[in-house]
């Protein structure tokens, strides 16, 4: 059985401790007790064997002492940005899962002309989704969480890394396939950048401020795919193919 892994924000002197929403979860929901062993990560230095010493229920701390080291860090310099169109919730929070899963390293939720969703509490929101993307991370076994940035209003207002590949997913393409770009992705250290639109898609008078703003049209296959579906391929795509760079560097 797989340990238990809780994110900790500082490893010094082999200790750590495990707040909030994690001692929560461990002392309260799993009913874990001293002596029982866990591992705990840190973002920026990597993943480590633990195992509880002290519960302290009345400030809310678990207490760990920090053991071997299981894994560090690992770090790519090209990263992968997703520009992903508000949908409705439950495929939102599917979609924002699947992404963290994959291992996208940045994620920038946008309003399109076509969008239905509406935001109300933004606060609120990004809070909701701020925890889907952890409770992703600890299950998929990753080692950092991806940015999630604020939300933009309309394609006019989105900003870009300078020397960025940027792709759209483009359900009229019919000649540009988005793993053709992929496989040249071999030696690239820069920002990666795709664009899923809403369930209707980009309009015309985006597609064309996409293409001003520099970014390549691209198909990813011959049907009609939900928005959730065609973010999640794409993304799939780029990762592998930025991972398989990184093995034959």
């Known amino acids: 059985m797989a340990r238990h892994r809780f994110f900790v924000n500082k490893i010094a002197e082999g200790k750590a401790e495990i707040t ?8 309260t929901v799993l009913r874990m007790e001293p ?5 705990v990560f840190n973002y920026e230095h990597g993943e480590y064997e633990a195992e509880i010493q002290e519960i302290d229920r009345h400030y809310g701390v678990i207490k760990v ?23 409705k919730k439950d495929k939102m929070e599917l979609m924002l899962e699947k992404l963290t899963e994959l291992g996208v390293d940045e ?14 509490d933004e606060e609120k929101k990004n809070d909701r989704w701020e925890k889907i993307i952890y409770s992703a991370v600890k299950q998929c076994g990753r080692l950092n969480k991806p940015k999630l940035l604020p939300v933009t209003e309309g394609i006019a207002a989105l900003e870009t890394a300078q020397h960025a590949l940027k792709f759209f997913i483009y359900e009229k393409e019919e000649k540009n396939f988005l793993i053709d770009e992929a496989v040249k992705l071999e030696g690239f250290n820069e920002k990666i950048y795709f664009i899923i639109g809403p369930e209707g898609g980009f309009d015309e008078a985006e597609a064309e401020l996409l293409i001003k703003k520099e ?5 990813i296959g011959d049907t009609i795919l939900r928005a959730e579906t065609a973010a999640i391929s794409a993304a799939a795509v780029l990762v592998q193919a930025v991972r398989r760079s990184m093995w034959k560097s």
């Open 20 to 27: 909030g929403g994690d001692y929560t979860h461990a002392a």
């Open 35 to 39: 002596g029982e062993k866990i591992n």
């Open 107 to 120: 994620i920038i939720p946008v309003i399109t002309n076509r969008t239905v969703i509406k935001v109300k």
């Open 215 to 219: 970014f390549i049209p691209v198909s």
């Open 65 to 87: 002492k920090v053991a071997e080291k299981l894994r560090d860090r690992q770090k790519s310099t090209a990263q992968i940005c997703a520009i992903i169109s508000l949908i």
